[in-house]
């Protein structure tokens, strides 16, 4: 009696379930048909997301990378900077083209001294007005990672055998070119730090 009992209850039992599934299972059908393309990738993202950028997925740039381009509104600079060479030969053949990155000496947006330099008086003439930047005045290089901002902090004028191109533990820009205008009996050197980036995504959007 009792087994008979325990068989009708488990054959109710799997009924229901039957029952059920064949209710639900035409209900999740259409639910999932009514979602639009691509819904499944529309989740909220958690607070403080952020997209990883160039920039992140790249680490530490290994080289100079270009194309590059300096931009100094204050003084109506816009040039291509070319990265210039151990050799002298071939560093003055890139410097007649307009400013040259330093060899050796560090990338733009990253811990060290970026060190930029160009002719003042002769062939493209790109550094002619860098003696009137003053403190605060915007400089921006742009290179495939997105577009770095620089304030400028010091203008000074040193002896050519001063070396500028030390270290810094900050992310450091030096600018240096001849001086006075028409002479090379000094150098005249502009210190920027950095205060701002621009990843190359957020320039496409």
């Not at 270009?66 to 071939?90: C, H, K, M, N």
């Not at 270290?167 to 600018?175: A, D, G, Q, R």
Request: proline share 10%; aromatic share 8%; glycine share 6%.
């Amino acid at each position: 009696m009792r087994a008979h009992k325990g068989t009708a209850i488990a054959a109710m039992l799997t009924l229901a379930v039957l029952i059920a599934a064949a209710l639900l299972i035409p209900y999740l059908y259409r639910r999932a048909r009514s979602l639009p393309a691509g819904a499944e990738e529309e989740r909220p993202q958690p607070e403080g997301f952020k997209p990883l950028t160039h920039d992140d997925l790249l680490g530490p740039p290994l080289s100079f990378e270009t194309p590059a381009f300096i931009s100094i509104p204050a003084v109506g600079i816009e040039e291509e900077v070319r990265e210039g060479s151990d050799d002298q030969e071939e560093l003055y053949a890139a410097l007649a083209l307009g400013p040259i990155h330093l060899p050796h000496t560090g990338f733009p947006g990253w811990p060290g001294n970026c060190v930029i330099s160009g002719h003042r008086t002769t062939k493209t003439r790109p550094f002619n007005r860098l003696d009137e930047l003053k403190p605060a005045d915007q400089v921006f290089i742009r290179n495939p990672r997105g577009i770095y901002e620089y304030r400028v902090t010091e203008l000074r004028y040193i002896d050519p055998s001063e070396n500028v191109t030390l270290y810094t533990e900050e992310p450091t820009l030096t600018l240096t070119t001849c001086a006075p205008e028409g002479d090379a009996t000094l150098r005249l050197v502009v210190r920027a730090s950095l205060v701002g980036f621009t990843p190359v995504e957020e320039l496409e959007e």
